[in-house]
């Protein structure tokens, strides 16, 4: 048996020794360590086996980490991770105190940019190149690589068309697989697929015509080539893109045959390559699936809706809708600033706009919902998916600053459904006739109610609703959390003393149901999965303050910090959000 490659290698110096005719044996051995650990821990699969072999190349010709290496999304870093020094700790990736899934700068110097959202590499990788020449740090290489879908970004585009009057030694690798986590979208797309099959001569060259020196496309899996062409960009000054075509789970037949779902398939036999299947019949719904088939009953009804998703159909469910109404649902590419101003505009024609977009990546389309959406009042229904927080994603993906942040915006309506059954009833109400544009969020994964396709009924908006009476304290939650409080009261045994709230509206808030709770209880509660600077208990603190109530208030949420990843218990946990801490926080105040 020939010795392990992969076991001689701690960081990229010890690649370097190996020589380039056994590359492809130490490919072979990081596949199979990455399928082997991502099939019981979990996590981002198909992208990272995809780029394989341009990870050894990387690392092999360039002398990184003095020359400069940044993965845009970085869900497809597992192999650089591995060869940079977290081989041994690889086992913990996504996991509370372990590595993070995306690279992180304070987790290694080889991790040059911290990623998560995509199409930021090539700002962030010319801004690196711009540096180098003002510190004369001359003959240094940057280096971003970026996948097709993300490249058809508004951001990454913004990135080139500067980097091209640039001199500046930037290198973009594009990973071109031809799909995302969905398949890749738009007419970049279509003028990748032209060049490839063209073999480029035939085509006009888009990013020539942005003064890239443009190579490729090449075959992104075989390493000779690769690390050919990489030493030749090394001479080239200037601005380059370098084209490899690479297929999106190579190496697994499962993961190359059906690459969306193996794009984060869960757990996973790594002998086989077989999906660990999960009983789910008799389990509550997705909220994502919840969204999904209204929305189709919805449209069935009523012909002016339309559904609006960035990249993600299969995550939000969306894709229900694009299967039965492919000319009325959108998948718009990695593009939420464009998602939320085309909303804006097919709202300003009467059409009912379900724009549905991860809490979290709403964040780039601020401005776009401030000035298309809500200065000019437009109706539409943002569906913000994956709100509170999301577990083993981390830091960059939860979904805990959307309260705070649509909070200020004068118009938006914010609900947050505390279950299945509401949020379905939500989505229906808003479709009837709506004034104001709304946010409602809810978040990733299964809620608690089995039988949740009831027929529909309307939901008044800015109406709370009464859960549990009590006499001494209120405990108000917005969202599941509601599941949360609920727990915690039922382990209390002077329950009796205990009301409970859900306010359903963060905005308006319902002043009548606070007027009542405020003169009933002396003690306040409030329990949000979002930051508690500017959110939801905040908007309670302003309302006692307007209305002169001297009530002790209590506001629990998400503290001043960046939570980390790990499952959604042990960082609700943290939080203070699981039953037991809202339970403790309650019986102080007993
Ligand atoms: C701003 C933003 N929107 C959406 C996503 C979700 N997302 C993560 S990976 C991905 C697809 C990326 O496709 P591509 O760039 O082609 O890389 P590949 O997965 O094919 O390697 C998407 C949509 C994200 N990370 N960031
Ligand atoms: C890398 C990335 O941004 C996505 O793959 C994200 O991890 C998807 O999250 P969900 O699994 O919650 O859809
Ligand atoms: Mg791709």
């Given at each position: 048996m020939s010795k392990s490659l992969l076991n001689s290698v701690q960081f990229p110096a010890d690649l370097r020794k190996i020589r380039q005719q056994d590359l492809p044996q130490l490919a072979a051995e990081l596949r199979e360590f990455i399928i082997n650990i991502v099939a019981t821990k979990e996590?981002?699969?198909?992208?990272?086996?995809?780029?394989?072999?341009?990870?050894?190349?990387?690392?092999?010709?360039?002398?990184?980490?003095?020359?400069?290496?940044?993965?845009?999304?970085?869900h497809q870093a597992y192999g650089h991770k591995i060869l940079t020094g977290r081989r041994d700790n690889f086992h913990t990736n996504r996991q509370m105190g372990g590595i993070c899934g995306f690279p992180k700068r304070d987790e290694s110097e080889y991790d040059a940019f911290g990623t998560g959202h995509s199409s930021t590499a090539i700002s962030a990788t010319l801004g690196m190149a711009i540096a180098s020449q003002l510190t004369a740090a001359a003959g240094r290489q940057h280096i971003a690589v970026v996948g097709d879908a993300s490249i058809a970004s508004g951001m990454a585009f913004e990135a080139l068309n500067h980097a091209g009057v640039t001199n500046t030694n930037l290198l973009v690798i594009l990973n071109d697989n031809a799909i995302g986590i969905d398949p890749s979208v738009g007419s970049l797309k279509d003028y990748l697929t032209r060049v490839t099959l063209d073999n480029a001569p035939e085509t006009d060259n888009i990013f020539e015509a942005l003064n890239f020196k443009y190579s490729g496309p090449i075959d992104g899996h075989d390493i000779d080539v690769?690390?050919?062409?990489?030493?030749?960009?090394?001479?080239?000054?200037?601005?380059?893109?370098?084209?490899?075509i690479t297929k999106k789970g190579k190496g697994l037949r499962q993961a190359e045959e059906d690459q969306v779902k193996y794009h984060a398939?869960?757990?996973?036999?790594?002998?086989?390559?077989?999906?660990?299947?999960?009983?789910?019949?008799?389990?509550?719904?997705?909220?994502?699936?919840?969204?999904?088939?209204?929305?189709?009953?919805?449209?069935?009804?009523?012909?002016?809706?339309?559904?609006?998703?960035p990249a993600m159909p299969t995550g939000s469910s969306l894709k229900y809708m694009m299967?039965?109404?492919?000319?009325?649902?959108?998948?718009?590419?990695?593009?939420?600033?464009?998602?939320?101003?085309?909303?804006?505009?097919l709202a300003t024609q009467g059409m009912v706009v379900y724009c549905n977009i991860y809490s979290t990546f709403l964040q780039r389309a601020y401005d776009q919902l401030i000035h298309d959406v809500c200065l000019q009042n437009l109706p539409v229904i943002f569906c913000l998916d994956r709100a509170g927080i999301v577990g083993e994603d981390g830091a960059t993906h939860h979904g805990i600053f959307d309260l705070a942040y649509l909070r200020c915006i004068p118009n938006l309506i914010i609900a947050a459904p505390s279950n299945?059954?509401?949020?379905?009833?939500?989505?229906?109400?808003?479709?009837?006739?709506?004034?104001?544009?709304?946010?409602i969020r809810y978040p990733r994964g299964r809620g608690q109610i089995v039988d949740w396709e009831k027929s529909f009924s309307e939901i008044k908006i800015g109406e709370g609703r009464k859960l549990k009476s009590g006499s001494e304290i209120a405990v108000l939650s917005v969202g599941n959390m509601a599941y949360n409080v609920t727990e915690a009261i039922n382990a209390i045994?002077?329950?009796?003393?205990?009301?409970?709230?859900?306010?359903?509206?963060?905005?308006?808030?319902?002043?009548?149901?606070?007027?009542?709770?405020?003169r009933q209880y002396n003690k306040i509660v409030t329990v949000e999965d979002g930051v508690v600077k500017g959110g939801f208990g905040g908007a309670i603190a302003e309302f006692a303050s307007e209305n002169n109530y001297k009530?002790?208030?209590?506001?629990?949420?998400?503290?001043?910090?960046?939570?980390e990843h790990g499952s959604v218990e042990q960082l609700q946990e943290q939080a203070g959000l699981s039953p037991e801490k809202i339970r403790e926080v309650i019986i102080s105040l007993l």
């Open positions: 996590g981002h699969l198909g992208a990272s086996l995809g780029v394989v072999e341009l990870t050894i190349a990387l690392h092999y010709v360039f002398n990184t980490p003095d020359d400069i290496l940044v993965w845009d999304v970085g690769l690390i050919s062409e990489l030493k030749k960009l090394q001479q080239v000054d200037g601005p380059k893109l370098l084209h490899i398939p869960g757990k996973f036999d790594a002998e086989t390559g077989n999906l660990v299947k999960k009983e789910t019949a008799h389990l509550p719904p997705k909220y994502q699936d919840v969204f999904g088939k209204t929305i189709v009953e919805l449209a069935a009804q009523n012909e002016k809706i339309v559904g609006i998703t299967d039965a109404y492919p000319d009325r649902a959108f998948d718009v590419g990695i593009a939420e600033q464009h998602a939320v101003t085309f909303a804006a505009g299945e059954i509401e949020l379905r009833n939500l989505l229906y109400t808003v479709q009837k006739k709506l004034e104001h544009p709304i946010a045994s002077e329950k009796k003393l205990l009301g409970h709230y859900d306010l359903r509206f963060v905005k308006p808030l319902d002043h009548d149901l606070l007027h009542q709770v405020f009530n002790l208030i209590k506001i629990i949420g998400i503290g001043d910090y960046f939570p």
